[in-house]
């Protein structure tokens, strides 16, 4: 079965700083990869997803992720975080071969961003 | 597209009380998924319907919830005498499943308190 470890629970940074969230993931075969972001009370907005192709994916509000199948491990990336980026994010794998439909969290990182 | 909604928001219920949630997903999407979130976890995978079958139920579903989705569109979710363990924020999300790259696309979630 599939899992995906977010090491961080909480991170801070000031804004207009880098931002890298990281995520490990465990899957036998080509795994399909999402980060989505959730603020406060509210449901899942999708970010950015890797299916194939290009390891350097780039996603919604300036934010890219890259795909490393040697590391098992897809960071989420933002060169200059902005105040309203502040929520948790959850890094997911879907599994291929027609079974992409369970997808497994993380437990996610929680963002703070300090002015 | 107005996105995937659900009803209600907010629900606080007394325990042993029957409580249902709606979900109404993106039209034309043919996949329909409900996820439960606890405080401080990441979604997990409760069941989901391809059309009006349901395909797959999560060991996570006990009998005393149910989740039909009547005509292939919009889809209920029953817990029957609802435990204080219920307590959750429950999200529902669809996707178009035309292969197996599909993306999820998540609603607000309605978050319920069994007090």
């Known amino acids: 079965a599939q899992s995906v470890t977010q090491p961080d629970i909480h991170i801070t940074v000031s804004e207009g700083a880098s931002l890298e969230l990281r995520c490990n993931y465990s899957y036998g075969a080509t795994p399909y990869l999402f980060w989505y972001v959730q603020s406060p009370g509210q449901g899942l907005q999708l970010l950015l997803k890797y299916f194939s192709g290009d390891t350097l994916v780039q996603g919604i509000k300036g934010f890219e992720a890259e795909f490393k199948r040697s590391q098992s491990s897809f960071n989420l990336r933002k060169p200059s975080v902005h105040w309203s980026d502040a929520a948790e994010y959850f890094c997911a794998v879907g599994a291929g071969g027609g079974s992409n439909y369970k997808l497994t969290f993380g437990k996610g990182t929680l963002l703070t961003v300090n002015p | 597209d107005t996105g995937v909604s659900q009803d209600p928001r907010h629900k606080i219920t007394k325990r042993g009380q029957n409580v249902t949630f709606r979900c109404d997903p993106i039209?034309?999407?043919?996949?329909l998924y409900w996820y439960r979130q606890t405080l401080g976890q990441g979604p997990e995978f409760l069941t989901y319907?391809?059309?009006?079958?349901?395909?797959?139920k999560s060991r996570l579903l006990s009998d005393r919830f149910s989740a039909e989705r009547p005509k292939g569109s919009f889809s209920t979710l029953e817990i029957q005498r609802t435990e204080q363990g219920d307590s959750a924020m429950y999200l529902c999300?669809?996707?178009?499943?035309?292969?197996?790259?599909?993306?999820?696309?998540f609603g607000p979630g309605t978050r319920l308190l069994v007090l």
């Open positions: 999300a669809s996707s178009l499943a035309l292969w197996e790259q599909e993306t999820q696309y």
């Open positions: 039209s034309e999407h043919n996949r």
């Open positions: 319907f391809q059309n009006e079958a349901q395909l797959e």
